[in-house]
């Protein structure tokens, strides 16, 4: 069904406030038009690109919240927190993140990604990873979005608290890692 340019504009700005974290890819797919159009409406009415949406979101909330390092400091962009409980980092795959030869992302950005998630996580002024435990369960392209996802699993004999994050690539699972934190405070029960 094709849509008048303001009809379509109008379901874009409604779409993407209820679901501000959308790709112009996706968009464009909803709307049955190409990414350029997509780009030009969101031109047209003022709406920041994705990665811009999501910094917006995370400075403004998330530096409120943060307290064991700053959020300029997380690999990748938190989109949901709730400290000492869970949250979730958007990172998308771009040619720094890439081995140039073969256009697959190297480990220690995956990694990054995770270590720092479940940093920002820990609620206290200092939070150190003690130990990891990883698996990279397939490799990422160039391009591809990672979402990392970390749980508060409680703490471990040795007073850590254990952190797990997956990693998913649109609902496939591509890296689990479990995080032993050192923090500076016990956590008060």
């Given at each position: 069904m094709k849509r008048s340019k303001q009809e379509r504009q109008q379901l874009l700005k409604e779409t993407i406030e209820q679901t501000p974290f959308i790709t112009d890819d996706d968009l464009a797919k909803k709307f049955n038009v190409s990414i350029q159009t997509i780009r030009l409406d969101r031109?047209?009415?003022?709406?920041?690109?994705?990665?811009?949406r999501i910094r917006s979101v995370a400075t403004n909330h998330w530096n409120e919240k943060v307290k064991a390092l700053a959020i300029d400091d997380v690999i990748g962009d938190i989109i949901d927190l709730e400290l000492d409980q869970r949250?979730?980092?958007?990172?998308k795959i771009?040619?720094?993140?890439?081995?140039?030869r073969n256009k697959i992302a190297r480990g220690h950005h995956l990694f990054?990604?995770?270590?720092?998630?479940?940093?920002?996580l820990i609620n206290d002024d200092l939070a150190l990873t003690a130990k990891v435990v990883i698996k990279f369960?397939?490799?990422?392209k160039e391009y591809e979005q990672v979402v990392a996802k970390a749980v508060?699993?409680?703490?471990t004999a040795k007073g850590l608290t254990k952190v797990n994050v997956n990693s998913f690539v649109q609902n496939e699972l591509v890296f689990t890692g479990e995080f032993h934190m050192y923090r500076?405070?016990?956590?008060?029960?």
């Open positions: 031109m047209e009415l003022a709406i920041p690109e994705l990665r811009e949250a979730i980092s958007i990172l771009q040619r720094e993140h890439v081995f140039s990054a990604q995770a270590n720092s998630l479940a940093v920002a369960i397939r490799q990422v508060v699993d409680g703490k500076s405070t016990d956590e008060k029960e």
